[in-house]
């Protein structure tokens, strides 16, 4: 079964960075783009960044942009996000996405805390 595995969180102070992890399984990884989101607690979900299939494009939300890395090692089925320079408004629960056969695929999500 599709199964997506976040890790990487953690507490950073502002100015710091963190990488997150999505580990894939279940499905033909290097075939799907994978999407980051994030959820601050009151807000609604919002996405972050995505890694298409094909080559190494990419899109990030303006937020970001300039900030934030996506990659994917298609051999590890692992998409990773680089989060450098990162604020006290990156403060999230950060998980990653996968639509395959048309049907949403969730991690459970890994914490982010950016604070002093």
């Known amino acids: 079964q599709v199964q997506l595995v976040e890790s990487g969180g953690g507490l950073v102070q502002p100015g710091g960075s963190l990488r997150l992890s999505c580990a894939a399984s279940g499905f033909t990884f290097s075939s799907y783009f994978i999407t980051w989101y994030r959820q601050a607690p009151g807000k609604e979900r919002e996405l972050v960044a995505r890694?298409?299939?094909?080559?190494?494009?990419?899109i990030y939300a303006d937020s970001v942009k300039g900030r934030f890395t996506i990659s994917r090692d298609n051999a590890k089925n692992t998409v990773y996000l680089q989060m450098n320079s990162l604020k006290p408004e990156d403060t999230a629960v950060y998980y990653c996405?996968?639509?395959?056969?048309?049907?949403?695929?969730w991690g459970q999500g890994t914490q982010v805390t950016v604070s002093s």
């Open positions: 996405k996968a639509v395959v056969w048309g049907k949403d695929y």
């Open positions: 890694s298409f299939s094909a080559g190494s494009f990419s």
